[in-house]
């Protein structure tokens, strides 16, 4: 029997999932087997909680929908409370492999924040147009700011160490983007230490993707505005960081 690290939480935020949900918990289980993998229903209408509980996971139930950034905070609430010192977060509709998982954590070793990129020469995902551009430019920006090349700042499949934890567990943006472009802005200007591994992603198992093509000059406009917002709100500090 493999030793169990149940210092680790996964936390799966979920809104209408239940075609995906169960399969994402299974994956997880069976890529870190005993670690804690804690569902965040965030105000679903269908099963998504249900089936999520019939296959093995924790379930926050949230009496309506607050978005991925509120749902992570309670993620990373729920984290410090349990004393959790590494919390990844995985998508609901089982386009991230957990598969990855244990790279994410391993590359922890050396950063506070690891994101799984799917722009960094690992599988075949794209994305198009205007939004295209919108993640270059920002991943650019985010670059700069980090002061380590990154070329996925909006990836939702990220692991988070104890400091980051600490932190978000305290300052987690709730807003549009805030859950990857603004908790990035964060953590960089607080002192984390931010890398990351490149990753395959796999078609979606159930659900509507949340960005359609007819979206993209809304999703640019809302990706700088949450970019400029995270640049202006006050410098947060983060325990062990010297400033």
């Given amino acids: 029997m493999r030793q169990v690290d149940r210092s680790v939480l996964v936390v799966v ?9 169960a399969d994402v918990v299974r994956d997880v289980s069976s890529a870190l087997p005993g670690a804690r993998c804690l569902v965040i229903d965030d105000g679903s209408t269908d099963r998504t909680g249900s089936r999520a ?18 749902a992570m905070r309670a993620g990373f609430r729920f984290a410090r409370d349990h004393g ?16 990855a998982i244990p ?22 995902y794209g994305v198009r147009g205007p939004r295209r551009w919108a993640m270059r430019i920002l ?5 700069r700011v980090a002061r380590t090349p990154l070329t996925d700042v909006t990836s939702g499949f990220k692991a988070a160490g104890p400091r980051a934890v600490e932190l978000f567990a305290r300052t987690y943006p709730a807003e549009y983007l805030g859950d990857t472009i603004e908790a990035l802005v964060i953590g960089a200007r607080a002192g984390l230490r931010i890398l990351q591994l490149p990753v ?20 640019l406009t809302r990706a700088i505005a949450a970019f400029l917002l995270a640049m202006m709100r006050p410098r947060q500090h983060a325990q062990g960081v010297s400033q």
């Fill in 200 to 219: 395959a992603m796999r078609p979606r198992q159930g659900g509507e993707p949340s960005h359609r093509p007819v979206k993209a000059a809304i999703y």
């Fill in 84 to 99: 959790f010192d590494v919390v990844v977060q995985v998508d609901a509709d089982g386009q991230h492999d957990p598969g």
């Fill in 139 to 143: 991943a650019r920006v985010l670059t």
């Fill in 53 to 70: 509980r019939e296959a093995g996971a924790d379930v926050l139930t949230l009496p309506f929908n607050i978005g991925v950034g509120g």
């Fill in 13 to 21: 935020p979920a809104l209408n999932e239940e075609d995906s949900v």
């Fill in 103 to 124: 790279g994410l954590i391993k590359l922890l070793g050396e950063a506070d924040i690891v994101i799984g990129a799917r722009f960094a020469g690992v599988g075949d």
